[in-house]
C-alpha cells in the first residue's frame, strides 16, 4: 500500500485549507487512518484519525477547527482544516494501519501505524 497526501499550501491566518490522502495497491476501508503533524524542532504531533467505522478521533489543538472524513469508493481520506492559525505550520503526513477492524483506542500513537505517505507542507502567515 502507498499513500499520496496533497493540498498543502500557503495561506493566511483564519483561511482554511482541504487535504486528500489517497491510497493504492489495496482497500483501506476497513483499517484506522490517520494524519500527522511534524514543524521543524518539534516532535511529531497526532491531528486526527478516523477508523473503520467512521469514527474519527483529534488532537486537542485542532478539535472544533479540522475535520476528517473518508471516502471508502475513492480509497481517500480527507482533512478540512478551518480557521488556520500560524501554529498550525507544519508538514502534513498521513498514515494508515495495515491491521483491519482495530477499534482500540490508540489512535494517537504513531507507532499504531506502519505505512505513511511523503508529506505535504501547510505554511499558515499571521
Known amino acids: 500500500v502507498q499513500l499520496q497526501a496533497c493540498g498543502g499550501g500557503l495561506v493566511q491566518a483564519g483561511d482554511s485549507l482541504r487535504l486528500s490522502c489517497t491510497a493504492t495497491?489495496?482497500?483501506?476501508?476497513?483499517?484506522?487512518l490517520a494524519w500527522f503533524r511534524q514543524a521543524p524542532g518539534k516532535d511529531r504531533e497526532f491531528v486526527a484519525a478516523?477508523?473503520?467505522?467512521?469514527?474519527?478521533y483529534y488532537g486537542d489543538s485542532v478539535k472544533g477547527r479540522f475535520t476528517m472524513g473518508r471516502d471508502n469508493d475513492r480509497n481517500t481520506v480527507y482533512l478540512q482544516m478551518n480557521n488556520l492559525k500560524p501554529e498550525d505550520t507544519a508538514v502534513y503526513y498521513c498514515?494508515?494501519?495495515?491491521?483491519?477492524?482495530?477499534?482500540?483506542?490508540?489512535?494517537?500513537?504513531?507507532?499504531?501505524?506502519?505505512?505513511w505517505g511523503q508529506g505535504t507542507q501547510v505554511t499558515v502567515s499571521s
Open positions: 478516523v477508523n473503520w467505522k467512521d469514527m474519527s
Open positions: 495497491g489495496r482497500t483501506v476501508s476497513d483499517s484506522a
Open positions: 498514515a494508515a494501519d495495515s491491521a483491519t477492524h482495530y477499534s482500540g483506542t490508540y489512535y494517537s500513537n504513531p507507532r499504531m501505524y506502519d505505512i
